[in-house]
């Protein structure tokens, strides 16, 4: 299975700030990442895909950069609103498998 | 605009079954290229894929699960439907189902998701 390697485990944001998250693929993964965010109680909402699409309706503030095997989710300008889990997801390869997450929190 | 909810039985017995039902509004679970996901979330925040069913109605499943579940559907309800088998504490997770499609025939993305339903596995 491809292991995907999230960091930071949490994270503590001002209001402004531009903060990013990493996620590293144990395999080329060619860009086939996927971008979460969770807020508590809510169902997961997509962010990001193919590493750098951003979803319709996602603030442009969000952005996704990588590729190969290093991954990465920029919030640039940190709101209220952004606190939640973040995870990203590979469906490069059968199992598809997932980061193991990041909580993002407002200072 | 495509709705998903679970259902599910909230506390299940160790060595039982575990059911958990996914019922779509606003799209048909024929369309084609659409697959419908369940994955799951255990306590401790680790989430797993554990298989899907497509719109033709083939089938894949993650294969540390292989010889413990079924994901089976109703296209008549607009449902799908996850069973594991010989449940332990382990199971014991928030259950989700979500729709999953390619971006460009290659990027997966699972675009809608359920709310998710908690079971726990405990005698």
């Known amino acids: 299975d491809i292991q995907m390697t999230q960091s930071p485990a949490s994270l503590s944001a001002s209001l402004g700030e531009t903060i990013s998250i990493e996620c590293r693929a144990s395999?080329?993964?060619?860009?086939?990442l996927a971008w979460y965010q969770q807020k508590s109680g809510k169902s997961p909402q997509l962010l990001i895909y193919?590493?750098?699409g951003l979803q319709d309706g996602v603030p442009s503030r969000f952005s996704g950069s990588g590729s190969g095997t290093q991954y990465s989710l920029k919030i640039s300008g940190m709101q209220p609103e952004d606190e939640g889990d973040y995870f990203c997801?590979?469906?490069?390869?059968?199992?598809?498998?997932f980061g193991a997450g990041t909580k993002l929190e407002l200072k | 605009q495509v709705n998903l909810q679970e259902s599910g039985p909230g506390i299940v017995k160790p060595s039982q079954p575990l059911s958990v039902t996914c019922s779509i509004t606003?799209?048909?679970?024929?369309?084609?290229?659409?697959?419908w996901n369940w994955i799951r979330k255990f306590p401790g925040r680790k989430l797993e894929w554990m298989g899907y069913?497509?719109?033709?109605?083939?089938?894949y499943y993650n294969p540390s699960l292989k010889s413990r579940i079924s994901i089976t559907r109703d296209t008549s309800k607009n449902q799908f439907f996850l069973q594991l088998n010989t449940v332990t504490t382990e199971d014991t997770a928030v259950y989700y189902c979500?729709?999953?499609?390619?971006?460009?025939?290659?990027?997966?993305?699972?675009?809608?998701w359920g709310q998710g339903a908690s079971v726990t596995v405990s005698s």
């Open positions: 979500a729709r999953g499609k390619y971006y460009g025939s290659h990027y997966y993305v699972m675009d809608a």
């Open positions: 606003g799209y048909s679970i024929i369309t084609s290229y659409f697959h």
């Open positions: 069913i497509c719109y033709d109605g083939s089938i």
């Open positions: 395999e080329d993964i060619y860009s086939n």
């Open positions: 193919a590493a750098n």
């Open positions: 997801l590979q469906g490069s390869k059968f199992p598809y498998t």
